[in-house]
């Protein structure tokens, strides 16, 4: 697979903010093409009606996406109370309404109080979650029965930022500061719910993972694989941490030798170890008082 625009570094984290209407497969796709690579991944996926961050691994930094798909997430969002659709967003079909006009705003504060926190939330039946194997929304769109099990998640933010209502309705704009696997259209489903006259959402933007913001995002345009990308040191080290280690350590940990008693270096773990050049070697873990890696990069890689 040739590229058209030169050489390009040989691992980097690409920060796309995601159009509408494209699956997170399809930026993998245009990526693989812009870059001449099929090694290619991304930290968490959005549906084709959510917009915003993805973030993409490209040759040695798909390593560190394992490292990245679990970070706390920021969204902005459109929740509209009145009306329920069978994938608790706007992709779907229409279930159910009811006039949202008696709702107060004293109700709705209560309803996002009591979905903020600590909670168990049931994933909205058409997600990519698998159950025995094959995912849930395969499963209902082929019209089987799906129960999906609660899980906790954390809900530390739920804010509401504007409020209109309309006929029978209301269109809630909210921002979510949440864990990694929180359904922001299941907040929606389950608000309706309590306010007793459904809900789904109309929009959502994811605005940050972790330390990544979609502001610091390129457009998926034509020459993409003309954008900048950050150095999985860079990446490494904004996520986990540092230590930096000597050359004749870089070489050790390269050859799967452990760094003894070199746990009491670092204040938490796992960590990023950089090598003099400032390249990464990989991540630590710790083994007793030692430290040794989790994971390597390529040596090749900046």
């Known amino acids: 697979m040739a590229r058209a625009n030169g050489p390009r570094p040989a691992a980097g984290l690409l920060l796309v903010d995601k159009p509408q209407g494209i699956t997170s497969h399809d930026v993998v796709a245009r990526v693989r093409r812009g870059f001449g690579t099929r090694k290619v991944g991304h930290a968490g996926t959005l ?82 979650i698998k159950v025995d194997g094959k995912r849930a929304y395969d499963l209902a769109r082929a019209g089987e029965s799906v129960e999906l099990k609660s899980r906790p998640v954390t809900v530390s933010r739920f804010e509401v930022l504007a409020a209109r209502r309309g006929d029978d309705v209301i269109d809630l704009d ?29 929009a959502l933007r994811r605005s940050a993972i972790g330390p990544f913001l979609v502001s ?9 694989g003309a954008a900048p990308v950050l150095t999985p040191a860079r990446v490494a080290t904004d996520v986990l941490g540092a230590l930096t280690v000597t050359e004749q350590e870089a070489t050790d940990l390269r050859h799967g030798k452990k760094l003894a008693g070199a746990a009491e270096r670092v204040a938490s773990l796992p960590v990023a170890a950089i090598a003099p050049d400032g390249s990464l070697i990989g991540v630590l873990e710790r083994r007793g008082a030692d430290l040794k890696s989790a994971m390597n990069m390529p040596e090749e890689q900046p």
């Open 47 to 128: 549906d084709p009606m959510a917009t915003g961050l993805l973030l993409i691994g490209i040759e040695g930094a798909t390593r560190l996406l394992t490292f990245l798909v679990g970070l706390d997430k920021t969204y902005t969002a459109t929740i509209r109370l009145g009306v329920s659709t069978d994938s608790d967003d706007a992709d779907g079909t229409v279930t159910a309404t009811a006039s949202a006009d008696g709702v107060t705003d004293a109700a709705i504060s209560a309803g996002i109080a009591a979905l903020t926190g600590d909670i168990l939330q049931v994933p909205s039946t058409v997600s990519a």
């Open 174 to 202: 909210v921002v979510v500061d949440c864990t990694s696997g929180t359904y922001i259209r299941a907040l929606a489903r389950d608000l309706g719910a309590a306010l007793g006259v459904g809900g789904h959402l109309t």
């Open 216 to 224: 610091d995002a390129v457009a998926l345009t034509d020459d993409i």
